[in-house]
């Protein structure tokens, strides 16, 4: 990169009187600013960077290669989703028949869409074992909130309004306590066994006749699939409650089980993590709900129905939650997620799913040699390390001990995006690491080779970890002073200094 531009602001590229375009005199009679209430106007002139167009373009697009994308490079925390996607579910998406729709058309104008879209929540009707879906909530959070409303309406259509709390494993997604608070639910946690599953004997005395359901994500937050699922089922159906599915990790379960047949009544997807969205920046995203059969009648409205003769209508039910968003969701998504499971198709659907186990299991047994691994076992898409081991890393009441931040930080120095941190809350060093299905060995094997790497390094030197990144733009910040002091604009910044 051209040190001239490397690491600057535009600001500080700014120089008086310089400009990069020129607009035409107003030639319009009449008019004048005079005209405008007094008001709206500025008192002063914006506090504009004066740049010439050429250095407008290098500084963004020199700025545009410190960017990391999964078209750059290897995501280690993929199913969240930073995976490669194929370009044409976002060129199918991009067609004009899509983008040139108004949600406000008429049904038969827009029978394509509809058709679309009620083909869509047919197939995931039938690789989760559901018997109905909704595509209008716009994120998985909202997903999780509109499941849980369908709980709620299903209940007190039957009188039984006492049922208010909801059961969350201590594993869980942070999002899931809250979209039950939001809902209007008391949550009850249920501890996890030593093996990272839900402790069935701690499960049975939470339950009884104010219990609404269970929450469960399934393989949970530690990558480990839950095998007392059947069990756990039927003791909350009996005492009266439903179970709820968080698909977040749905990906590695792909075409192999469904959880409508272990015993699921309500479940979220992530569009926008399994099938094919680009994920970032707040999103955009998808959460799809689906019911078992007996609660279509609460799905939010509009509901797409396919009516005799082949032809499509939005219509509004009565017994229906209400509409949580504006008219079908986030179309777009929808699209890209239609693609993505027509291209694959119903023969190879399970692929994806099994080359996610298989890539994470192998970087697993790979680094058990260096890293800690609190649970031994066959992992599914992801799995979780508590830091070093202490050969590498030292005792951990040690002043120089190398934490699992110091090791998330020297990647970077590696050009690889770090894995997350901290979470799940289970392990006080935690580092999840999630391949997907897409990366390949020779990528795999590269990461491997860098996080031994780290480790050797922390054993010889630790300072070296402890102070990294050294080839970044920018070096460590000072994470509590960014989040209580944080600088906003540029003004700001030459205030401070």
Known sequence: MNN????????????????????????????????????LLRGSQPALPEVDELTVTRHYTNASNNNFGVDTGFYPLG??????????NDEVAALPGFTNLHPLQPDYTVQGALELYDKTQKILSEVTGMERFTLNPYAGAHGELTGLMVIRAYHEKR??????????????????????????????TVKSTAQGTVDVEDLKPLLGDDIAGMMMTNPNTLGIFETQIPQI??????????????GANFNPILGVCRPGDMGFDVLHLNLHKT???????????AGPVGVGKGLEEFLPNPVVCEEKGGTYKQTIKESALGSISSALGNYGILIRACAYLLTIGRDHIAMAGKLSVLNANYIKECLKSHYNLPIEGICKH?????????????????????????????????????????????FHEAMMIEPTEDESKETLDGFIATLKKIAEEAKENKELVKSAPHNTPIRRLDDVKAVKASLFTYKDLKAQQ
């Open 382 to 426: 992801e799995f979780v390390f508590d830091g070093m081991k202490e050969e590498y890393a030292g005792p951990r009441d040690s002043a120089d001990y190398v934490k699992t931040l110091d090791v998330a930080k020297r990647l970077l120095d590696y050009g690889y995006h770090a894995p997350t941190i901290y979470f799940p809350l289970l």
């Open 233 to 246: 089922a039927q003791l909350v159906h009996e005492c009266g409650g439903l179970m709820y599915y968080d």
């Open 4 to 39: 001239t531009y490397y690491g600057k602001l535009i600001f500080e590229l700014s120089n008086p009187g310089r400009q990069g375009y020129s607009l035409p005199k107003n030639n319009i009679q009449g008019y004048s600013l005079d005209q405008l209430p007094q008001q």
């Open 79 to 88: 199913s969240c989703t930073m995976k490669y996607n194929p370009k044409i």
């Open 159 to 188: 009188g039984e309004t006492k049922r208010t709390k909801i059961i969350v494993p201590d594993s869980a997604h942070g999002t899931n306590p809250a979209s039950a608070a939001v809902c209007g639910l008391e949550v009850i």
């Open 275 to 285: 099938f094919s969205t680009p994920h970032g920046g707040g999103g955009p995203g």
